[in-house]
């Protein structure tokens, strides 16, 4: 009987050790391999430490327990954030920024190594603030709405520049809207009332202008007109000419009233 149960527990043993060690070649063999993603790249991890290569899309081999990899997106990502500065005239600026990037897919273990997966937090919305509080410190706050291209262009330069420098890439800087004080705004709202009614009044200035000069041409026009037909009734003979124009007129028939000469081309004393 004391046979049997030794017998017994060393079987019982066996098994355990059977399994125990087909969970470990399970572990082994699956966590040997690490697949990376289209538009994904590996950073692979040796004993916590960085390593110098980085892994592309793909199947990859690697040491269990030892090695462990950090899946890294390199595909264009987009960052929203309002931003706050001030204008060169000392005006409150609120800006809403989209930010459109990508990390650098050749260097991302560099990205993990000095910043983690927090890259987010850590660099890029500071990165934003800076450059929007260093751009609109140049422009008044009357350029950044005159001038927002400009101003677009020169944050864009400013957060690539600061960017790179972390192996992050911009792809595309957008100022989706400036937004100022209220009091601000109603000084804007006054200027532009004020020179709408300036070039309206101008314009009907100028309207009368117009009109003016119109009945002055018109004006000289009907005195050269009478001076040219004066000049022809001479011509043709002055009083006898205008008779002639008076029988062009006549309907034939004589006026019941006549005062003075009501018919001047009849000459009674013929």
């Given at each position: 009987?004391?046979?049997?149960?030794?017998?017994?527990?060393?079987?019982?043993?066996?098994?355990?050790?059977?399994?125990?060690?087909?969970?470990?070649?399970?572990?082994?063999?699956f966590?040997?391999?690490?697949?990376?993603?289209?538009?994904?790249?590996g950073?692979?991890l040796?004993m916590?430490?960085?390593?110098?290569?980085?892994?592309?899309?793909?199947?990859?081999?690697?040491i269990?327990l030892?090695?462990?990899?950090?899946?890294?997106?390199?595909?264009t990502?987009?960052?929203?954030?309002?931003?706050?500065?001030?204008?060169?005239d000392?005006q409150?600026v609120t800006?809403?920024?989209?930010?459109?990037?990508?990390?650098?897919?050749?260097?991302?273990?560099?990205?993990?190594q000095?910043?983690?997966?927090?890259?987010?937090?850590r660099?890029?919305?500071?990165a934003?603030?800076?450059?929007?509080?260093?751009?609109t410190?140049?422009?008044?706050?009357?350029?950044?709405?005159?001038?927002?291209?400009?101003?677009k262009?020169?944050?864009?330069?400013?957060?690539?520049?600061?960017?790179?420098?972390?192996?992050?890439?911009?792809?595309?800087?957008?100022?989706?809207?400036?937004?100022?004080?209220?009091?601000?705004?109603?000084?804007i709202?006054?200027?532009?009332?004020?020179?709408?009614?300036?070039?309206?009044?101008?314009?009907k200035l100028?309207q009368?202008?117009?009109?003016?000069?119109?009945?002055?041409?018109?004006?000289?026009g009907?005195?050269e007109?009478?001076?040219?037909?004066?000049?022809?009734?001479?011509s043709?003979?002055?009083?006898?000419?205008?008779?002639?124009?008076?029988?062009?007129?006549?309907?034939?028939?004589?006026?019941?009233y006549?005062?003075?000469?009501?018919?001047?081309f009849i000459?009674?004393?013929?």
């Open positions: 009987m004391k046979y049997l149960n030794e017998s017994g527990d060393v079987l019982v043993g066996k098994v355990i050790t059977h399994v125990f060690l087909a969970i470990v070649a399970v572990v082994v063999v966590g040997s391999f690490r697949i990376v993603g289209a538009g994904e790249r950073v692979v040796t916590g430490q960085v390593s110098d290569s980085v892994w592309t899309e793909g199947l990859h081999l690697k269990p030892i090695q462990s990899v950090k899946i890294l997106d390199v595909k990502q987009v960052e929203s954030i309002d931003a706050t500065a001030a204008s060169k000392l409150n800006a809403k920024i989209a930010l459109n990037y990508h990390l650098d897919a050749e260097r991302v273990n560099k990205l993990w000095s910043l983690g997966a927090d890259y987010k937090v660099i890029i919305d500071p934003i603030q800076e450059a929007i509080k260093a751009v410190a140049q422009y008044t706050a009357e350029e950044l709405i005159t001038k927002r291209p400009q101003v262009d020169d944050a864009k330069v400013a957060l690539s520049e600061r960017l790179s420098k972390e192996f992050i890439i911009v792809d595309e800087f957008s100022i989706v809207n400036f937004d100022f004080s209220v009091s601000f705004n109603q000084a709202e006054a200027k532009v009332t004020a020179e709408q009614n300036a070039l309206a009044s101008k314009n100028e009368v202008k117009y009109e003016a000069e119109q009945r002055i041409v018109e004006a000289r009907e005195a007109a009478i001076r040219i037909q004066a000049q022809a009734i001479q043709q003979g002055g009083a006898e000419y205008v008779n002639l124009k008076a029988i062009e007129k006549w309907d034939g028939k004589t006026p019941v006549m005062m003075g000469n009501s018919v001047p000459n009674l004393a013929k």
